[in-house]
DNA sequence: TTGTATGCGTTATCAC
DNA sequence: GTGATAACGCATACAA
């Protein structure tokens, strides 16, 4: 790779015996140049095989027309979903990704934000990871003056733009479906307490409950069981107690609740007559797996479609007086595991 | 969102009555500055929330530490992965990714790479969009002497740095596999054929069937099943010829080899007694279906990992004499849907 | 409509 | 060791 002489607009002007102010206006199609030598600066910007650089112009205006984005992990549905709803909207106003994984460590989530501040993108996207204990770094990026747009996983005491689901609602639901459905004793499968999106859910699971006067069995809610593994390992225990549950609410995720479903399976319970299952986040597989999961959609690209806007909405907006929250109500999906007849 | 203004280095260098160049030298660590001064300016750099801008540093550095990477779509496991597996090396370089999606159309694909062209990053890696005829705006990214990489799907013609899979091979296990388990009439469901990689996939089929005398029959190759849907359709003509296979090989991905399963279900022919399925890709899915699929296993994190590792390797490598092409060879996953017995 | 001059924040090259 | 100064490429206020 041989290193490269970009032709610059003083290239340009040069060629043409003009100013590179002249070919700035031009290439910026300011209204106030003449046509014609607008017009013969575009064409020798083309001959030339002109870029602009992006660098200068932006650090010329003091912006960077650049979005960062941080999630736990590039590779998982429904943060790529995410980002793809992202990208589908900023890439048509000239917005570029700037993407980064925390990998759900909260050393290295600080250390992704740091960056994307020395970067000088123009906004923030994030969602937590699961072992974030303090929220210095975001706040952070607030005193630095970039707009911080918040989703899903959020730190709710910090006043930000936040897109999230109705996590709450969604829960709700899928517990009284499956009360509906017959099903007396439902154990909960929960995540890490300290996200909120988690206790929302259990916060949904509790209402159902009440709601239709189940009463709620300690032993029933198994604690961070938020992996296909951890999810099979609470089944276990949960399938051996003396009264075992007859549905589980994998309230993490549908790994979750495939990992019940596995154990299920060898177990020989059968789902659903004997087991119900509900997942949450309507990944692909659940659709396959036989019988097919009852999950809970989240329309995460729609979610990132949502970020996107809120941020061009936000742009300019002098009136801080409250951080809008966006709550997208997710739905439920019900399908084999929780059919019982 | 107030606008803030941000320390500069000559913030730093006023409030300790020194100059900025001094600042800059010991913001790099540079040798030659005085211990104590270093030591006092990071203190003061770090009470005044200072942060690098990185965009003048780049401009004056005639480089920008980004890579930009175009693929057909972020949320496909594949490209997630891949994703996923660049951004785990460069992120601890210091250099930052910037995403595009082409969505599979050739016209955005050009928007992308220009766009990337614009941002000045230092490398393009680019997995291009099934209906690309040409390769100009490929071209052009060396003429700018920016370092190209393609990685999967890959203009062979184009003398670029490359990371691929050995389709070939790949394919050729994966129909041997077949044969040898007793299928004797095996489709093919395959790519769009201006794609190498699905070309290369079908040489291994039809080297594998030469290799173990099986005749080839036209009628049992289906052109441009790619997609779950068109795998599907595919296998409905496949399964109503009079002469119908005993095997399929989907050699585009697991979601058309989901579709030769869904359909096999539908019309009641066993899988793998009556028919088997091969995939490709891996996909998680592939393993949790009745029965799991049989499929190929790209190593796409890994392969990400090479395209950084390619990259870092070949910075201020002048020695341009032949492009290096890194081959992965991919493994066969064999599962119940080829497990006859 | 066009040209002149200046600055965005850094770093590199000189001097001292 | 430190300071002064120019330059990276572009955009804009001001002047003509």
Redesign the pocket.
């Known amino acids: 790779m041989k290193k490269v002489k970009?032709t610059?607009?003083?290239d340009i002007a040069a060629k043409l015996g003009?100013?590179?102010?002249?070919v700035?206006?031009a290439?910026?199609n300011s209204s106030?140049?003449?046509e014609k030598?607008k017009e013969l600066i575009m064409k020798t910007a083309d001959e030339l095989n002109y870029k602009?650089?992006i660098l200068?112009?932006n650090?010329?205006?003091?912006q960077s027309k650049t979005i960062g984005v941080v999630v736990p992990r590039i590779n998982q549905n429904f943060f790529s979903n995410v980002i793809a709803g992202i990208e589908e909207m900023t890439y048509q106003k000239g917005y570029n990704l700037i993407i980064c994984q925390s990998g759900e460590d909260h050393e290295k989530e600080i250390q992704c934000v740091n960056t994307l501040i020395n970067q000088h993108v123009d906004c923030i996207v994030i969602s937590v990871s699961a072992d974030s204990y303090d929220y210095q770094h975001l706040q952070n990026v607030l005193d630095h003056g970039i707009q911080l747009i918040q989703f899903d996983r959020v730190a709710e005491e910090l006043e930000t733009l936040k897109v999230i689901n109705d996590n709450v609602q969604a829960s709700f639901e899928a517990v009284s479906h499956l009360i509906e459905g017959g099903y007396k004793r439902i154990g909960l499968l929960e995540g890490p307490q300290n996200l909120s999106i988690f206790k929302q859910r259990k916060e949904g699971y509790l209402k159902a409950l009440q709601l239709y006067n189940v009463p709620v069995v300690e032993e029933l809610i198994v604690e961070n069981a938020w992996t296909k593994e951890l999810g099979a390992e609470g089944t276990r225990k949960l399938l051996s107690l003396p009264h075992p549950p007859d549905a589980i609410f994998a309230s993490t995720s549908d790994f979750s609740a495939l990992g019940v479903l596995e154990v299920a399976n060898l177990m020989g319970i059968k789902v659903p007559s004997e087991l119900g299952i509900c997942g949450y986040a309507n990944e692909s597989f659940s659709e396959i797996t036989s019988p097919s999961i009852t999950t809970i959609d989240q329309f995460s690209v729609y979610m990132g479609n949502t970020v996107a806007n809120l941020f061009f909405q936000e742009i300019g907006n002098t009136d801080t007086t409250k951080p809008k929250i966006i709550s997208i109500k997710p739905e439920l999906i019900i399908r084999g595991s929780t059919k019982r007849k």
């Open positions: 970009r610059t607009i003083y003009i100013t590179a102010s002249s700035s206006r290439l910026n106030q140049v003449n030598t602009r650089n200068a112009s650090l010329r205006k003091g």
